[in-house]
């Protein structure tokens, strides 16, 4: 039928080089008769292009793990910031409600329900400013009819 004939060439060790180069084979030729020859290029040109190939890669995960690493920071990390001062509209707050709880009480008097609304009021701008983390002068704001008794 047919008539297959294979040479082979003999490989040696270069025991200096690096692994992918250590072996040194010539090109192997397998004939058949009516078929043209098949020829493996060397492993050193495989080395070399597998080399190549895997540097490539290596730089390509590089680059996109640090564009990833990037755009998360941007997205996600601010810069360190102080919290707003909320004393200067505490203040004004609690003095605009003791203006108006003692404008009320001048006209309705001290225990008018218009008095207990403003310092409902009043007291929810104390919480407001308990909220904000801000503190007002409890010497003005919290005596007499300005705080539930």
């Not at 008097?109 to 904000?132: F, I, K, L, P, Y």
């Given at each position: ?102 404008h009320?009480?001048s ?43």
């Open positions: 039928m047919y008539d297959l004939h294979v040479n082979f060439t003999v490989i040696t060790n270069l025991p200096n080089l690096l692994p992918a180069a250590r072996i040194k084979a010539k090109v192997v030729a397998v004939e058949n008769k009516g078929a043209a020859s098949v020829r493996d290029p060397a492993p050193a040109a495989w080395a070399a292009r597998e080399a190549t190939m895997t540097n490539n890669r290596a730089w390509t995960r590089l680059i996109l793990t640090s564009a990833l690493a990037g755009g998360l920071l941007f997205a996600v990390g601010t810069t360190a910031r102080a919290d707003r001062d909320w004393g200067p509209d505490c203040s004004r707050r609690l003095e605009a409600d003791r203006a108006r709880i003692d009320d009480a006209r309705f008097g001290n225990e008018s329900r218009q008095v207990n609304r403003d310092v409902a009021r009043m007291d929810t701008d104390r919480q407001w400013c308990r909220d904000h983390k801000s503190d007002w002068d409890h010497n003005r704001f919290d005596v007499g009819i300005y705080f539930h008794k």
